[in-house]
């Protein structure tokens, strides 16, 4: 029974891990913060009244939340660098992996988060002004988000996980998405799963998307994604005891002669 709370029982890994996760998200929503903070005092008082929401309202709330989003891109792309080493029992400094993470990738990745608020606006506010238009205007631009949604799903684990240019990264994201479909679908109701969560049990839910709300669906969707980034990952090529130890003793004999 005491094996059971060893450090190195199934168990003890487990709530580490979820302790890890839960760390990852405190730290995203710190930079989700004026994102979060800008969009409840625009468009909170409207959503709790339970009244129709404006094309104007959501149109300014939109516009100035391009620059409050900026710093919730490089947070994504660190949570997901973070989140598949431990998806894969790689050893690392949760807190310094993140920040590192994130000071690298910092002015790509925000401009990627622009770049997907722009487009991700643009189409809600088309399908607000088309709302009574022409239905099949109305399909395409439900087509045209749920295809753009499931190529967001990957962009900021390639910018976490490879180096590559702003198209190449999103260039890669829908082929990506597409090549792994399956996988794609069940990342995007993970995704969405606090969504749904917030919808139908109301506030009642905040405590637990406050500690998992972005890294828990993050973490299962690194689970997801980690054997198909393993096919574009350079292999490593494997070494023997026996090669190891005559590198080692080279190694050391170079050092000696130096």
Known sequence: MGRIFDLDSPLMRGLNKMADVMWINVLVLIFALPLLVQQFFMLGPIVFEGQELAVNYVFYAWLFGIVCCIPLGPA???????????????????????FKSLKENFLQSAILMVI??????????????????????????????????????????????????LPGTLKNSFLVAVMALPKTVVMAIVTLLPFFLLYFLDLKVMPLLFLLGIAGPGFLCAALYSETFKKFEPKEEAVSEEEELENAIKKIDDENTQ
């Open 76 to 98: 994504l792309t660190a949570m997901h660098f973070v989140l598949l080493k431990i998806v894969r029992d790689e050893e690392s400094y949760i807190t310094k992996t993140f």
């Open 116 to 165: 997907q608020f722009i487009a991700g606006g643009i189409l809600l506010l088309d399908f607000m002004l088309m709302k009574d238009g022409n239905v099949i205007y109305r399909y395409i631009i439900t087509a045209a988000t749920i295809i753009l949604f499931m190529a967001s799903l990957y962009i900021f684990p390639l910018q976490a996980k490879f180096e590559n240019s």
